[in-house]
């Protein structure tokens, strides 16, 4: 009987890595896809002129807050996977702790609202309006998600490149270094239109890649 139990103990860690590691995969499409219903459908809200983290305002911000929690827990189970698999790009360590990091700031972005911004939610004054303690913290967060994502992207890419993946190489160093560039527009232009764009592409691709990496994960 002890020996029965020892032996399916592996088996059920095996099980609940793979539920952790397809959680992951889920993340970013349901992320994306919340995000866009609600920018589509939200009275007020322009894909050019606000950035998703303000639909976390209003009486249906509790939607975006949770998307943010959702998709950071998601991301931090499939840290714990990651680090019992073996991924060829991500590693044991270092590219597990960066999809681990990127998810506690998520999260963290769901636990502070960034604020209400020129004209949303319905009601606000245009403009770019004060930023409180809770939106500072809010941009925060965000700047942890943002560079554990980039630095994973390029980790990946790395180690890919050492062993001669130049397609899987190529892909990470691309979308780590798109988005490292749509941020900085993003910061630098104030905001501008092309930037909101720009950097909302970015965060799709971004999301495409942690998908993408983990399936590869789970097929292997």
Known sequence: MDEAISAARPVDRAGSDRALLAGGVLAGPVWVTVALVQGLTREGFDFRRHPVSVLSNGDLGWLQIANFIAAGLLCVGAA???RRAR????GPRSGP???GQYGVGLVLSGVFVADPLDGFPAGTPAGPGEVSWHGFAHFAAGA?????LIAACLVAGRRY???GERGWAA???ATGVFFAAAWLALIGSGGRPFAMI?????????WAWVSLTLTRTLRD
Not at 144 to 148: G, I, N, S
Request: aromatic residues 14%; glycine residues 14%.
């Open 80 to 82: 714990v996977a990651l």
């Open 87 to 90: 991924h060829p790009g991500l």
């Open 97 to 99: 702790w960066l999809i």
């Open 144 to 148: 942890v998600a943002f560079t554990a």
């Open 161 to 163: 490149g050492r062993q």
């Open 171 to 173: 892909y990470s160093v």
């Open 198 to 206: 720009g950097f909302a592409l970015a965060v799709v691709a971004g």
